[in-house]
């Protein structure tokens, strides 16, 4: 989902349906420093190693790292710096373009982490490519942002109802959001006021210098669709070749963009339920009352003790609907929780909340929160939610309340101030921008891609879209989608604004 509820924009959540949750999300990631300095003065990358990254082994021989030194505030480009840690592979062939930057969503995936595992996926682009990524500030190996511990995690996720029925639930809801911000605010410190998504931006146009390309070629997916929008508008001299895929509308504010998503899984939720002959309309109504029944008395599962809540529940209907692949692993969970178990639903739960079987949760939802909560201004309070709670039910029986309340309790009370209502993605001057949109996309609904490119300007955002199902298009089974993406990231051909891939 998009960087405005707990569901994040990330292209990682649906490979977890079939790769398991590792607990990544606070991993060590670079090896070697930047002490160097290029003719420009920029700081010139040291690349070694990579290192191991919590359990799992460090990537391949063709894998190197780095870290780069970047301005805490880069309104003080001279004071305290940063480190960013970085990965890339060199081009495997001979003709060489220069280096692609990876963002694959989050806000608060980390892209050390994710770019080994996606390589396969973008092979002819790495024929030709340098495939580049890194975790940004506040992820992972990049100054990484813990808000609570595990055994609190734990805690909060069997006693804390995201969707209150009651005073007293309302208050646990909006306390555990207080105290959340809080231990952001210990963990990162300074740091927290420098996160957003202009800062990252302002990154990624440093890590462009040190890597010696004269303009950004980048793709980005999900949240990443966001920052590559804003990279254009701070920097449009700057754009080479830009894909943006599954994308997030920059013209929706905190609430539109809840509604947005609320649609998204609940139209995904649908194409699901048809995809095995039942009535989209009689099977949410069913689902519904089983989340209801959840919310009145938690079902047993198999992990230790543990229960599954409403809440976790919700969670483990949304994984499988980021991806097609997903959906006979809905199936098998809803009927055994429908017959009284709930382990299957907990196990898919786990797998989004990036918890290992010893009970290690990873960070990127805490990243999530910190980056998202400085990006945006907008703070509904309980009041004004509970209002808007009608029209979230109405777009969807399953998702509407939950959705709707978070944005309630998603930055309530937060430490530090939220900075704009919407991003700014206008780049007048900028090479065409690649916008693809799918129409089945849950997470970052299909309308964004037609708003990101009218916001990016006349000439600037060209769209492809692609009639299929998931979240993103690239690499997801479309000849014709891959064909038209890597020509124009290959050859700079720029298909016809409004082409369509069936």
Request: aromatic share 6%; charged share 25%.
């Amino acid at each position: 989902m998009t960087r405005f509820t707990r569901w994040a924009a990330l292209t990682a959540a649906a490979a977890l349906l079939t790769a398991g949750c590792t607990g990544g999300g606070s991993s060590d990631g670079g090896s070697g420093d930047d002490g160097k300095k290029g003719d420009d003065g920029t700081a010139a990358l040291d690349w070694g190693r990579c290192k191991a990254s919590g359990d799992e082994p460090a990537p391949g021989g063709d894998w190197q790292c780095a870290t780069l030194q970047v301005p805490l505030d880069w309104s003080k480009p001279d004071g305290s710096t940063i480190g960013l840690a970085l990965i890339r592979a060199k081009a495997t062939g001979d003709d060489r373009l220069g280096s692609l930057l990876f963002n694959f969503g989050g806000p608060g995936g980390s892209g050390v982490s994710m770019m080994p595992s996606y390589a396969s996926a973008v092979s002819a682009l790495h024929e030709r490519y340098d495939l580049v990524s890194w975790d940004p500030r506040g992820v992972a190996a990049s100054e990484g942002v813990r808000c609570r511990d595990d055994k609190d995690i734990q805690a909060a996720e069997s006693a804390v109802d995201g969707t209150p029925d009651t005073p007293a639930e309302e208050r646990a809801y909006l306390q555990d959001a207080a105290d959340f911000g809080k231990g952001c605010e210990e963990s990162a410190g300074e740091l927290m006021a420098h996160v957003s998504t202009t800062d990252t931006a302002r990154d990624m146009n440093r890590i462009r210098q040190v890597l010696g390309d004269d303009r950004l070629n980048y793709f980005g997916i999900s949240y990443g669709t966001e920052l590559g929008g804003v990279y254009a508008h701070l920097f449009p001299g700057k754009v080479g070749r830009l894909t943006l895929d599954a994308v997030v509308d920059p013209t929706a504010d905190t609430v539109g963009h809840a509604k947005n998503q609320t649609r998204g899984f609940q139209t995904a939720l649908n194409n699901y339920l048809k995809s095995t002959g039942r009535d989209p309309e009689q099977g949410s109504r069913e689902i519904a009352e089983l989340l209801d029944r959840i919310d009145a008395e938690p079902l047993p599962t198999s992990s230790s003790g543990r229960k599954l809540t409403q809440s976790l529940a919700l969670t483990g209907i949304v994984l499988p609907l980021y991806s097609k692949d997903g959906w006979p692993a809905l199936t098998s969970a809803l009927d055994a929780a429908e017959d009284g178990d709930g382990s299957e639903l907990l196990a898919l739960a786990d797998g989004y909340n990036e918890r290992d079987p010893s009970g290690r949760y990873g960070t990127t939802t805490h990243s999530q929160r910190v980056i998202s909560c400085l990006d945006d201004k907008q703070r509904p309070t309980v009041e004004e939610t509970k209002k808007l709670l009608p029209a979230f039910e109405e777009l969807s029986p399953v998702f509407g309340t939950f959705l709707g309340w978070d944005t309630a309790g998603w930055c309530h009370d937060w430490p530090v101030p939220g900075q704009f209502d919407t991003p700014e993605v206008s780049a007048p001057g900028a090479a065409p921008i690649l916008v693809v949109g799918n129409t089945g996309d849950p997470a970052t609904p299909y309308e964004g891609a037609r708003k990101m490119a009218d916001e990016l300007g006349e000439g600037v955002g060209v769209v492809l879209t692609w009639k299929g199902e998931g979240h993103g298009a690239y690499g997801s089974g479309s000849d014709c989608v891959d064909s038209t993406v890597n020509a124009y990231l290959l050859d700079g051909t720029v298909p016809k604004d409004g082409k369509v891939c069936s």
